[in-house]
């Protein structure tokens, strides 16, 4: 019997994908957007920074949720569905109130929830469903 001495054997595909999603846009969305929103800071006030920390526990938890993936840690599937959860819960917040800055024509703020909602639904499903997340997190 062999011991698998690397982790992140198990991580490939769209797992590997989703992983990276976590570790890298989530952090790198923030630092973009939150440069922006605290230039705005003066003409929208603090609820701003509101906002950006509202994105800022999103993202740690994401990237926690990220290297426990790689990791292969036992309950590493279930803090991605809640970073995920939250992130989408996040975007919600940031896009549906005027608390960040945003240039989005007027009427378009549905079809943006819309596709957060669905990009972030994929994923959770695909944790839900997937025989490799299965197999790698030894789930029942």
Known sequence: MTVDQNPS????????????????YQPASLAVSAATA????????????????V????????????????????QAVTIARVALFISAASDVF?????FYPNNRPP???PLYVAASLLFHGAWIAYLYRSRRVRATYELG
């Open 9 to 24: 054997s198990g991580i490939r595909g769209w797992l590997f994908v989703l992983c990276r999603v976590l570790m890298v």
């Open 38 to 53: 605290l230039n705005s800071m003066p003409s929208r006030g603090p609820k701003v920074l509101v906002a950006v920390a």
């Open 55 to 74: 994105r800022v526990l999103a993202a740690g938890i994401s990237v926690a949720a990220g290297l426990a993936l790689t990791n292969r840690h036992p």
């Open 94 to 98: 940031i896009l549906t109130t005027s």
């Open 107 to 109: 009427g378009d703020t």
